[in-house]
């Protein structure tokens, strides 16, 4: 019944050696078609948390992390087609628009891949500062659902934003996602926040989580990973575990069977 997995070490002074970012690719790879369960683009979830399963501390996600979690993040980041991030988290955490990453330049392009991801925003109510920089982007999307006030709609556009309704009154995400396939964004990166992921899990839309474990217990009143409606379990099995010398925890969690 019980069995011993081992957990393949990372150190922290290599993380931002090439050859260690492509041993990392190789553990992180992607399928080579959309998400053979679905049909739908393959979605991959990213986020870090307490041993006690706080996801933020201090109100962001990145005072969790560390130099290996960071190298992981820039792996993944380098193998997405699109990040799919909340307004609210986006603009909380300080994104940017992702940057071409001189070390996956030859991987993506192998794999008929843009120079860098695709970067998407999700929100309901449009609520975003109209000087939030990616905004202005060509290489930004935000979907938004039709209901959306129509002032903040007309404020984002005259920022330069491409918006793109999907549902009515809530963002429907399988729209998202057949929106991303027509534009072959195949390997989507979902980074939060916890009601983005909620909802892909409501809808049965995540093929994959990356955990980091924070080696820490945070206390307080920090929220989960994930929350929103109460939905049946979604079985899923571990893939991939890997620890680094400071004593994070990386695990790679994919679709159990019967799902």
């Known amino acids: 019944m019980f069995s011993e997995r081992k957990a393949t070490h990372i150190t922290s002074e290599s993380v931002d050696d090439p050859a260690s970012l492509h041993r990392l690719a190789d553990c992180y790879r992607y399928p080579e078609s959309p998400s053979p369960d679905t049909g739908s683009p393959y979605v991959r979830v990213n986020f870090v948390s307490s ?68 970067f998407a925003l999700v929100s309901r109510s449009l ?33 330069g934003a491409t918006i793109m309704a999907c549902g009515q009154d809530t963002v429907d995400l399988k729209r998202v996602l057949e929106i991303c396939g027509t534009n072959r964004w195949n390997r989507v990166l979902c980074e939060g926040g916890p009601s983005l992921f909620g909802s892909l899990i409501a809808a049965d839309l995540v093929d994959e989580l990356c955990h980091t474990t924070s080696p820490v217990l945070a206390g307080g009143d920090a929220g989960r990973i994930a929350h929103g409606p109460d939905t049946a379990l979604r079985p899923m099995r571990p893939e991939t575990t890997l620890t680094d010398d400071d004593g994070y925890i990386y695990t790679r969690w994919v679709r159990g069977p019967g799902r």
Do not use: M, W
Not at 52 to 72: C, E, I, Y
Not at 78 to 87: E, S
Not at 94 to 110: E, N, S
Not at 139 to 145: A, E, I, L
């Open 51 to 118: 041993i006690d399963g706080a996801a933020t501390h201090n109100g962001k996600s990145g005072d969790l992390g560390g130099p290996g979690d960071r190298a992981v993040f820039r792996t993944l980041r380098g193998l997405a087609d699109v990040i799919l991030v909340g307004a609210r988290t986006a603009v909380t955490e300080g994104y940017r628009q992702p940057q071409p990453d001189d070390v996956f330049t030859d991987l993506r392009r192998d794999h008929g891949q843009a120079p860098a991801p695709r």
């Open 127 to 159: 609520n975003i500062p109209a000087d939030y920089a990616p905004l202005a982007d060509a290489g930004t999307v935000v979907f938004t659902c039709a209901s959306a006030p129509h002032d903040r709609r007309q404020a984002l556009a005259a920022a």
